[in-house]
């Protein structure tokens, strides 16, 4: 059976309430990781570097960028944001599912380069809900909101592109889709077909003894 670890990426408007599943999630299920990523926009209060991300300069984020430190990076809103690589080879390899939050330029190319990644976009129960989060966070400027908005319009195009949707409306229903989502990508044949290959060698080692 495959027993190394799914790659999955989640995306989703700013202000849909990722962060609250993913948390919920690897609170939930031991087998997650969540990947930090490294950015160049600045801490929010309450953000420690390390935790959330790390926080980058410019000069710093373009030499992981120049090392080929990052699985995938992305310009939003003016700031960088990318993967860093190693700690997610590590845990797929020791087969832990490792879940990149990440927008969606990033998405397409992890898919690109780790064909078999699963893509999910979070989406709110309807725009007004999404409005109201982004506001009601309180941490940002009237801009910023603007802009994460006219963002989201541009994302809903993207999110034709994924794979699977999960309606963030109640945060446990949501918790539940995405792991069930994900125990059912690890069972695609496609990540199987050793363990196909040997039920075939199995059949035949019995037919020879008849
Ligand atoms: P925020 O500034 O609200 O934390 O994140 C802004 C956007 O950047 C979100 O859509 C988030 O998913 C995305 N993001 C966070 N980390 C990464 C990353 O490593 N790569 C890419 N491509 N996007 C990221």
Redesign the pocket.
């Known amino acids: 059976m495959n027993t190394k670890g799914i790659l999955v990426v989640v995306?989703?408007?700013?202000g849909v309430g990722?962060g609250t599943l993913m948390k919920r999630l690897t609170e939930k299920y031991g087998q997650y990781a969540l990947?930090i990523?490294?950015?160049t926009?600045s801490p929010?209060e309450g953000e420690v570097d390390g935790r959330?991300?790390f926080f980058k300069t410019q000069e710093e984020f373009e030499e992981m960028i120049r090392e080929d430190r990052?699985i995938?990076?992305?310009s939003?809103?003016g700031?960088y944001?990318?993967?860093p690589r190693e700690y997610v080879e590590d845990q797929i390899a020791q087969g832990r599912d490792v879940i990149?939050?990440?927008?969606a330029?990033?998405?397409y190319?992890v898919k690109k380069r780790y064909p078999d990644t699963l893509l999910l976009f979070v989406m709110p129960p309807d725009a007004r809900t999404l409005v109201d989060r982004l506001s009601g966070r309180g941490t940002e400027s009237e801009d910023v909101i603007q802009s994460?908005l006219h963002r989201a319009l541009e994302e809903s195009l993207m999110a034709e592109k994924y794979e699977y949707m999960v309606i963030n409306d109640d945060l446990d229903q949501g918790v539940e889709k995405i792991h069930s989502l994900i125990e059912a990508q690890r069972d695609k044949i496609k990540l199987n077909v050793e363990f196909v290959q040997q039920i075939r060698m199995e059949l035949k080692e019995l037919l020879k003894g008849e």
């Open positions: 995306s989703g408007f700013s990722k990947s990523s490294a950015t926009r929010r959330e991300y990052l995938e990076y992305a939003y809103c700031n944001y990318g993967t990149l939050e990440i927008e330029q990033g998405a190319k994460r």
